[in-house]
């Protein structure tokens, strides 16, 4: 406990700007940028609208999941490539979706420690260049064939290979399968839906409202965290392209299951989208905001992670949200606005029924009381990753950023911007304008 | 060794001599009298060392190894005789060179050309550095001449006749790689291995490349007039016999000889010095001079970085590529985002075509920032206002951008039209405003007005000159008169050509005598691709102030929204932008034509003198040559003037 309070008033961490790209839906190839184009696309407005000289910024921070084989340390290139100062260090993290929220966690703590005055954060991901791989019987195959030397042992080696060991693997689907209870992302949001009976048509629901959100805060011009971004064919994008105006709940309720199949409840239209962006912050410590007479957009607490069953990996942001609002000695009632990453709605909804729930508050957070429960006017309130895409590396930083916005433009004090991650854990930051 | 040289260093060493080739108030190495003569004392030193075991040539400079020879000096020859003692002083002294009797190695970085690659053919050995960017050549054609020193018997023993035919023709540069596989040097390695290459090769003394047996095989005396035929045909194609003499003189020498035996060198010497003194050659060589005249205005530093460039219409948008391309981070603002987006389509086919590597590309694509909040106009250096031809409109943005712009940034437009004194009234200090006016299209003009008024201040001015040389473009400074220099004189060419037409003649033997005279592209088409509606708002200030036959076909043609290529129809039709109608090009053609066309050029071009927009003729020569597309090997329209 002396810990935590030493965290919790260990400095004042301001938010002082920050962008993204649009979150743009991949069409099934590779995307017009690569993660390091998006990276350099989302600082490069956010360089050149500030007033502080480059060389007080003291690092870069990168949350990346997806790394390209060329362009292994994502955050450096990014730097380099933005102009950023040779002299600045850059280093990536990775803490599956999470990482946006943990690059800011990290630059948090070189703040707080008096490390740093000035940090940027964010992440970049680019879901459309995760690679096809060989498989292990290719790989092993082609291992021996370099090794042969005589005629005949290749001759030999050719006979045996199979056409179905030239099938590739593909790695995004690999990683969105948790390792340790072989259980893909969407597997483990059926279990906890099942668990808070969460049915079908509330998914569905959650997802079209999603969209709709998102639509109305498009039409009203209320996404300024966004610059557009050129692609190198002219194409200019200027705004996220997964959501769909007309969705309908009729039209999401014809979808099948896809992880579940046949009787499952999540489909494609009532998760995420895979979708490639980025997004970062500027973070700076009260010396610097004095320093450089810097404008204070909004203050960040200590990031909270935690830890859960990685077959409940959706329940992350409950556990986390709870231990925050105990570290910074708040209620529920205080939060007006929360931004929870919908890697599914049936996950989302599962987090909410949970926080709510006092079995679960007992046995799970060991809570005499139930936390409360999220006023779903206020959860997401512009739509989410349903309607606008998960760019796992950078949606940690979106939903901060966005919860900023948020809470500008509604003349709110107070927000938590939380998310799940997988294997099981999960982030939560209060945000304070 | 303690005998000290002006323009050479010499360094005994272990294992081999290194002679320093360092000219002495120089930033580069050129070969004249004195350096050469240096030379040949230092080769006779150096020779006479006892227990001499080889012999390492380097540049002391931080870029390059050889330029080449000095051209003011070969300008100035007047007699084939003078000439042809000359060359063969020159060729002498690298057979010197050659006969060392220990192994001799150039170790050549960044570039090494026309003399000065000649200079290296004479080692035994060659090494050169492998960045893409090193330039290995003979640019000699470009000046109306071809290599002398050597190069011509020399280079086809090495590679072979056709590869050294083709590489003396085009004057084309290779990078080491390209070198490396043709067999013109023998390592083309990072700058730090060269040591070890030094060693190596003085240890196991390889023999000397040569030619695949098929390059040898062409190089025979019964094949060599198919080979030179053949080449020659294509030449032709391009050029005239009678404006550039110099390739089809180095076809008849290896046809001839070969490059075989004493014989070839002495007619190498002869047929080199011929040309020395050609009207061709004299031209060009005073183009070459004019171009490092106008380099030689930008050589302070600009302190520009960042540039802000407003409008990305087809001029700003290709500028801001242009200096993305050149190592500048630039931001480009326009409120239309699908102007910004076609811009950087633009931007990136040009990128690729320019940079050899990925990686570069990628660079020129980083500094090319899109800004349609204008972001960058608070931390530019220098800001390039290029929106459109509209006075008020642009009265309006240089109020905003002279409040928020950096106190020290360079302040520029690109208006070919509007007067600058008109731009910056009511400005505090309208001192700050300079012109930088480019051509189009700006990757292929070479050349940049820089318009100064009566009040810009010299440094500015200065700045603004070094900022055009750093992207690689040639600064004309010129004054803030109507139409300034190039489009006053362009103008007054264009309206007399479309004048001509109602006397009779097409549009497409207009242009086709413009084309036989040497121009780049005939003034019809040219007012077609500049844009109708452009002529015609420039020739309305100019036709006024300075009293021009204003031809109504091209009102009527604007009226008709005729604008030109960009349109489709305008004098010709365009189908994608490719014309339709066929431009002949007569072998002789109507000398009064011609006549008709270059008189009211070459008259405003003297009016534009007597008023001052450039201090002297060179430099209204300079412009038509970089700016309009006029014949380099006719000098200029002055030059012309003055001497025929």
Excluded at chain 2, 149 to 163: F, V, Y
Excluded at chain 2, 383 to 399: C, G, H, N, R
Excluded at chain 2, 406 to 422: C, G
Aim: charged share 20%; net charge neutral; glycine share 8%.
């Amino acid at each position: 406990m002396a810990e935590q309070a030493e965290q919790q008033t260990g400095g004042v961490i301001y938010v002082i700007d920050g962008n993204r790209t649009p979150f743009l839906k991949v069409e099934g190839r590779r995307g017009p940028f690569s993660p390091a184009d998006l990276g350099v696309a989302a600082l490069q407005p956010l360089l050149q609208r500030q007033s502080f000289p480059q060389s007080a910024i003291d690092e870069l921070i990168t949350g990346q999941v997806i790394g390209l084989a060329e362009e292994t340390n994502v955050s450096r290139v990014i730097a380099l490539r933005a102009g950023l100062p040779e002299a600045m260090p850059a280093y990536t993290v990775n803490r599956n979706c999470g990482s946006g929220m943990q690059a800011v966690t990290n630059a948090w703590h070189a703040l707080a420690s008096g490390q740093a005055d000035l940090v940027i954060a964010g992440g970049t991901e680019a879901m459309s260049y995760s690679p096809l791989c060989y498989s292990e019987a290719l790989t092993a195959w082609y291992g021996a064939w370099s090794k042969a030397k005589a005629w005949g042992q290749k001759l030999h080696l050719l006979s045996t290979l199979r056409p179905q060991m030239l099938r590739p693997e593909i790695a995004l689907l690999k990683g969105l399968t948790d390792p340790v209870v072989n259980l893909s992302m969407g597997q483990t949001a059926e279990q906890i839906a099942a668990r808070f009976h969460i049915t079908r048509q509330a998914m569905d629901n959650f997802a079209v409202q999603s969209h709709q959100r998102l639509a109305i805060a498009q039409h009203d011009g209320r996404l300024s965290e966004i610059s557009p971004i050129t692609a190198p064919d002219g194409t200019v994008y200027a705004d996220d392209t997964g959501v769909r105006v007309n969705t309908s709940l009729d039209l999401l309720t014809s979808l099948k299951p896809v992880f579940n199949k046949p009787f499952g409840l999540i489909t494609a239209g009532n998760s995420s989208q895979i979708t490639d962006g980025a997004a970062f912050l500027i973070l700076a410590s009260e010396a610097a905001v004095k320093r450089y007479a810097l404008p204070v957009v909004a203050r960040l607490s200590a990031p909270v992670w935690v830890g859960v069953d990685p077959a409940s990996m959706g329940l992350g942001p409950a556990v986390a949200i709870a231990r925050l609002l105990k570290q910074t000695q708040h209620q529920l009632s205080d939060i007006p606005y929360f931004e929870i990453n919908e890697a599914f709605a049936a996950q989302v909804l599962a987090c909410v029924a949970a926080l709510n729930d006092a079995d679960y508050c007992q046995s799970a957070l060991g809570l005499s009381e139930p936390v409360g429960l999220i006023d779903k006017h206020h959860l997401n309130v512009d739509g989410g990753a349903i309607a606008l895409g998960h760019p796992v590396g950078a949606s940690g930083a979106r939903i901060i950023l966005h919860l900023i916005h948020v809470l500008k433009q509604r003349n709110a004090k107070r927000g938590i911007a939380s998310l799940c991650v997988g294997g099981g854990q999960g982030g939560a930051v209060m945000v304070e304008v | 060794m303690s005998t000290s040289y002006q323009h050479w260093r010499v360094e005994p060493g272990e294992n081999y001599t290194t002679v320093y080739f360092d000219m002495a108030d120089s930033q580069v190495n050129v070969f004249n009298q004195a350096t050469m003569r240096e030379l040949s004392l230092v080769l006779k030193h150096v020779t006479a060392q006892p227990k001499l075991k080889a012999v390492v040539f380097r540049s002391a400079k931080a870029k390059g190894f050889i330029a080449g020879a000095d051209i003011t000096a070969f300008s100035q020859i007047s007699t084939v005789n003078d000439a042809v003692a000359d060359v063969r002083e020159g060729q002498q002294i690298f057979e010197q060179l050659a006969a060392i009797p220990v192994p001799t190695i150039a170790v050549m970085h960044d570039f090494a050309l026309g003399g000065g690659l000649e200079f290296a053919l004479a080692c035994d050995y060659r090494i050169t550095d492998d960045d893409p960017r090193t330039r290995l050549g003979f640019l000699e054609t470009r000046v109306g001449i071809h290599p002398g020193w050597g190069g011509t018997t020399r280079l086809p023993k090495l590679i072979g006749g056709l590869a050294a035919l083709m590489l003396m023709l085009s004057g084309r540069t290779l990078h080491g790689g390209a070198a490396k596989a043709m067999g013109l040097v023998d390592y083309a390695i990072p700058k730090c291995d060269v040591d070890r290459a030094i060693a190596y090769l003085l240890t196991a003394l390889p023999p000397a490349h040569k030619p695949s047996i098929w390059q040898r095989w062409l190089g025979f005396a019964p094949l060599r007039p198919i080979v030179a035929g053949l080449l020659r045909r294509r030449v032709a194609a391009k050029i005239k016999d009678k404006d550039y003499p110099a390739p089809f003189a180095l076809l008849n020498l290896w046809q001839r000889y070969g490059g075989y035996g004493e014989v070839a060198t002495i007619a190498e010497a002869n047929s080199v010095a011929k040309l020395l003194v050609t009207p061709t050659a004299k031209s060009l060589a005073r183009v070459f001079l004019l171009r490092e005249r106008l380099r030689e205005l930008g050589k302070t530093e600009s302190g520009v970085k960042h540039v802000h460039v407003v409008g990305a219409g087809t001029m700003g948008g290709d500028i801001a590529a242009w200096c993305a391309l050149h190592h500048m981070k630039v931001t480009l603002e326009d409120a239309d985002s699908a102007q910004l987006g076609r811009s950087m389509a633009r931007a990136v086919v040009l990128f690729q075509r320019k940079c050899k590597q990925k990686h570069r590309v990628q660079a020129a694509r980083d500094n090319l920032i899109m800004d349609p909040k204008g972001y960058g106009r608070a931390h530019a250096d220098l800001i390039i206002e290029a929106i459109v031809e509209d006075k008020s409109a642009k009265q309006a943005l240089w109020q905003a951008l002279v409040q928020t712009a950096k106190p020290d940034a360079i302040l520029a437009t690109n208006t070919s039209s509007i007067s600058l004194t008109e731009l910056s009234e009511g400005w505090a200090n309208p001192a700050r405003l300079i012109g930088l006016h480019f051509f189009n299209p700006v990757e292929r003009m070479p050349l940049v007005e820089v318009v100064e008024t009566s009040s810009t201040a010299p440094e500015l001015a200065a700045r603004a000159f070094a900022f055009v040389k750093s992207i690689d473009k040639l600064p004309l400074p010129v004054a803030n008169e109507p139409g300034f220099l190039v489009n006053r004189i362009l103008s007054a060419y264009m309206l007399a050509a479309v004048g001509l037409h109602a006397q009779g003649y097409s549009y497409a033997q207009i242009d086709g005598a413009a084309l036989a005279f040497g121009m780049a592209m005939g003034p019809i088409e040219l007012a077609d691709t500049v844009g109708l509606d452009i002529c015609l708002a420039a020739a309305k200030t100019l036709v006024e102030k300075l009293s021009l036959p204003m031809p109504t076909v091209l009102a009527e043609k604007v009226k008709a929204g005729e604008l030109g290529r960009k349109t489709g129809k305008g004098f010709y039709t365009y189908i994608k932008g490719q014309r339709r109608e066929k431009i002949a090009i007569p072998a002789s053609p109507d000398a009064r034509l011609v006549e008709a066309l270059m008189v009211p050029l070459k008259a405003e071009a003297s009016a534009a003198l007597a008023d001052g927009v450039v201090s002297d003729a060179d430099l209204v020569d300079a412009g038509m040559i970089f700016g309009a597309g006029y014949p380099p090997f006719r000098g200029g329209p002055l030059y012309v003037a003055v001497t025929g």
